[in-house]
């Protein structure tokens, strides 16, 4: 099965809240923007139900690389990770008994 495209989402926003197509895609774009401005100016956002998106510094480094074995470093960066919520992760997965 495929992973839904942008289309499909905005198909199905649009037939659950009877929006239309137009309204749908625009609110889709809305809360994507909102997310990135958020987590960007405050280090996290959270959709509740599903999870949040969060902003975490990685520290500098000594790595290997794995065709040499030579000693490398890796510089300090900024990574963006997804935390899905425990709702949304039992319904998807849920836990064994």
């Known amino acids: 099965m495929a992973a839904l495209t942008k289309t499909m ?4 926003l649009a037939e659950a ?3 239309n197509k ?3 895609a625009q ?8 997310a990135v401005r958020e ?22 480094r000594i790595g290997r690389n794995p065709q040499t074995g ?15 919520a425990k709702a949304a992760k039992d319904a998807i997965a849920p836990p064994k008994k």
Do not use: C, D
């Open 9 to 12: 989402i905005v198909s199905n």
């Open 17 to 19: 809240t009877g929006l």
């Open 22 to 24: 137009k309204a749908s």
């Open 27 to 34: 609110y889709l774009e809305t809360l994507a923007a909102l």
């Open 39 to 60: 987590t960007k100016r405050s280090g996290q956002f959270t959709i509740p139900g599903l999870g949040k998106l969060v902003k975490q510094q990685r520290k500098a």
């Open 70 to 84: 030579a000693s490398i470093k890796i510089p300090a960066k900024t990574v963006v990770k997804f935390r899905v």
